[in-house]
């Protein structure tokens, strides 16, 4: 990548001390990227052979974020330390690509995400018919529809240019004031990759809420206070309003401010404002691995099995005598994890095997014939619980299985 020629030379518009702040901010969101969607990835593959085709979004996802944090912070750490952009134009051209690349990707993807989650809770009739093929198809669209916007800049619909705080690339947002081309592709851009998804998300999950209340509140009417089927509704609950909150939380404070720029008086914008809105639009990198690891206990499982295992590895190479004693290693609180299951009702219930964490020792199986338990055994035993004769538990027990 060589350094910046003499007819490409950007310098920042904001202090030293903003560009040493953002740049260890990069640094700290770069890290944290890196480990988040490489965790995340790791656990897709772990579970491959169990991952539902919704889930595959989850791991375009991650790879989008991936992508974004490998292309985009190793250029702009730098740069922001010297209080220069410190690479060439094309350099310059190549960051602004990947940046609209990956990040409307991120975008649609959460979209399409969305928008599957409806169809499987609000119409499941349609929604039990979601295959594999189907879920592959909308990957591939969703990079065919951010590599429509992405290329765009690049044959002319649109340009690309220096960000206004002068240390990365992106959008050039003073284009549109001078060129009715630039202003359409702002337009278009700001029209289907933020309104339009926006508006799908929340209607989207305002619409899986309205039926999880509907359901629960039929499943109240035929079932004891104690009995009530309430993990999936939290569960749904929380995974809605935290990619609602990341969603706006990443994105907003950056679509305000460009369209700020594009349809008023760029001089008029302050280039901290570009700066900070550019540095939470980064982190929306870190959001999507903590949603996923955090709400969805088949993640949290896998990676919980995971980790034990490699305690327990790690235990027996540095204490090797600590292998006659089983369990040795594992923390007192796995204990009482590896003695109950959390039924349909939430309610633990305690029983000698363990089904749901990492402990074959306990459960009499080695971690091979863990690794091949399947999820449908545990839908047995919900199907066989108490709420078994309630109307709407099928509506559950499909929550469940989507979401769990």
């Not at 995340?40 to 991650?62: C, G, I, W």
């Not at 999950?205 to 109240?220: D, E, H, K, P, W």
């Not at 700066?275 to 959001?287: D, N, P, Q």
Request: net charge positive; aromatic share 12%.
């Amino acid at each position: 990548m060589g350094n910046a020629s003499e007819t490409f030379l950007l310098v920042s518009r904001i202090s030293k001390e903003h560009d040493f702040l953002m740049g260890t901010i990069y640094i700290i969101f770069g890290v944290l990227s890196l480990l988040g969607n490489g965790i995340l990835l790791f656990v897709a593959y772990r579970k491959k052979s169990f991952l539902k085709p919704a889930e595959f979004f989850v791991v375009n996802l991650a790879i989008s974020d991936l992508g974004m944090t490998m292309t985009l912070f190793p250029l702009a750490i730098p740069s922001a330390f010297t209080h220069m952009w410190l690479f060439n134009q094309t350099t310059c051209y190549v960051y602004a690509f990947c940046g609209v690349l990956f990040g409307l990707s991120s975008l649609t993807n959460l979209t399409v995400l969305s928008s599957v989650c409806w169809l499987k809770v609000c119409c499941p009739n349609y929604g039990n018919k979601f295959s594999f093929s189907h879920a592959c198809l909308l990957v591939a669209g969703v990079w065919c529809y951010a590599a429509v916007f992405a290329v765009g800049p690049l044959s002319g619909w649109g340009e690309y240019g220096a960000e206004p705080y002068g240390t990365a690339c992106c959008i050039n947002w003073e284009a549109p004031s001078r060129s009715p081309v630039a202003m359409s592709y702002i337009v278009c851009l700001f029209f289907f990759c933020y309104a339009v998804p926006c508006t799908v998300i929340f209607l989207s999950y305002a619409f899986i809420l309205l039926t999880v209340r509907g359901s629960r509140q039929a499943v109240q009417q035929h079932v004891s206070p104690q009995n009530k089927v309430t993990n999936a509704h939290a569960l749904i609950v929380k995974l809605s309003v935290a990619v609602c909150i990341g969603f706006l939380m990443a994105w907003s404070p950056y679509a305000i401010v460009s369209m700020w720029a594009a349809f008023g008086n760029p001089t008029a914008v302050p280039p901290m404002a570009f700066a900070l809105a550019a540095i939470f639009a980064k982190s929306s990198t870190l959001y999507n691995p903590i949603v996923y690891l955090v709400f969805k206990p088949n993640f949290r499982k896998f990676l919980c099995r995971d980790v034990a295992l490699c305690q327990r590895t790690v235990c027996g190479c540095l204490f090797p005598g600590a292998a006659a004693h089983k369990g040795t290693c594992v923390p007192p609180h796995h204990g009482d994890e590896c003695n109950s299951t959390r039924f349909s009702n939430g309610l633990p219930e305690n029983h000698a095997a363990c089904r749901h964490c990492p402990c074959p020792e306990r459960a009499g199986r080695t971690p091979e014939n863990l690794a091949a338990h399947s999820p449908r055994q545990t839908a047995r035993v919900l199907k066989g619980s108490m709420n078994r004769e309630v109307a709407v538990s099928q509506l559950s027990n499909e929550l469940q299985s989507d979401f769990l």
